[in-house]
């Protein structure tokens, strides 16, 4: 498989998900800003979408869109419980997580990455990703992970997410939760691959 990223963009959610899965797979960079791959090849002929992430498989066929992959990238390796089973109410729980963090968390820390954003849009973002953010930390209390006992994919997603914010300076320390949460998180020997991988902490 060939994963197509972009440093801490949200492709790092199916990069720490392959790590932790251990499968075999390659990886291609992508510039967040630029269509354009290392080699100088044009990214959207591999995704027209123009964004990351993007899985090719080994029989050719190629996924988008985050929360897709990762659960695909969870059903190769079932043992690893990365998701639950197909069919019961924990993998509808788990797409609900899904769901909410990408339409909700990471949609709303779009314009605070925008530079032609106004103000007045930044402010009312920051506004939402408080609110969406504590219900994040609310179902936190008292369990390690997202889902409960078990590390899953829904984790390697919210812990991408929220890292924005040092980038973006959202404030977390109103939730001490999640600073030991992000801690947990990047502890993972997995994790600390995929961000020495990225260059996003130093080997």
Known sequence: ????YSPGACSLSPHIALREAGLA???????????TLEDGSDYRAINPKGY????VLDDGQILTEGPAIVQYIADLVPGKKLAPPAGTM?????QEWLNYIT???HKTFSPLFNKKASEDW??????LLDRRIDIVAKALE???????????????YLFTVLNWANWVKVDLSRWPGLAEYLKRVAARPAVQAALKAEGLIKS
């Not at 990351?52 to 899985?55: D, E, G, I, M, R």
């Open 1 to 4: 498989m060939k994963l197509y």
């Open 25 to 35: 797979f390659e990886t291609v960079k992508k510039e967040l800003h630029s269509q």
């Open 52 to 55: 990351v992430p993007a899985l």
């Open 90 to 94: 924990e993998r509808v729980r788990l």
């Open 103 to 105: 339409s909700e968390i």
């Open 122 to 127: 930044k402010a009312a973002a920051r506004e």
């Open 142 to 156: 008292g369990r390690a992970w997202l889902m409960g006992d078990a590390f899953t994919v829904a984790d390697c």
